[in-house]
């Protein structure tokens, strides 16, 4: 079995900064694209910022020049380095990797169990 287990969440004062950590452990053969995705009360998911296994990034328009996605291919993990926060940026945040595992043909979608983040003063 597959697992993602996100850390680092928490509360911080807007204008400043979090890390978060997500790693995969198990049975896995091969990390493709690793992401991160946040959800507000009341909102759908959405995509903040994803990497894949050679290293490009995408980010969505809102976190552009604040967030920083990485990744250790070594440890199978994704971090996103989450600066000048803002109140609007709180939600649960979710990294997905999509994944084949060990002796397995096809690559699926993992989801951790989520972090929560909250900006307030």
């Known amino acids: 079995q597959v697992q993602l287990v996100e850390s680092g969440g928490g509360l911080v004062q807007p204008g400043g900064s979090l890390r978060l950590s997500c790693a995969a452990s198990g049975s896995i053969g091969f990390i493709n694209d690793m992401g991160w995705y946040r959800q507000a009360p009341g909102k759908e998911r959405v995509m903040v910022a994803t990497?894949?296994?050679?290293?490009?990034?995408n980010y969505a328009d809102s976190v552009k020049g604040r967030f920083t996605i990485s990744r250790d291919n070594a440890k199978n993990t994704v971090f996103l380095q989450m600066n000048s926060l803002r109140p609007e940026d709180t939600a649960v945040y979710y990294c997905?990797?999509?994944?084949?595992?060990?002796?397995?043909?096809?690559?699926?979608?993992?989801w951790g169990q989520g972090t929560q983040v909250t900006v307030s003063s």
């Open positions: 997905k990797a999509k994944l084949r595992q060990r002796g397995g043909v096809n690559l699926y979608d993992y």
């Open positions: 990497i894949t296994s050679g290293g490009s990034t």
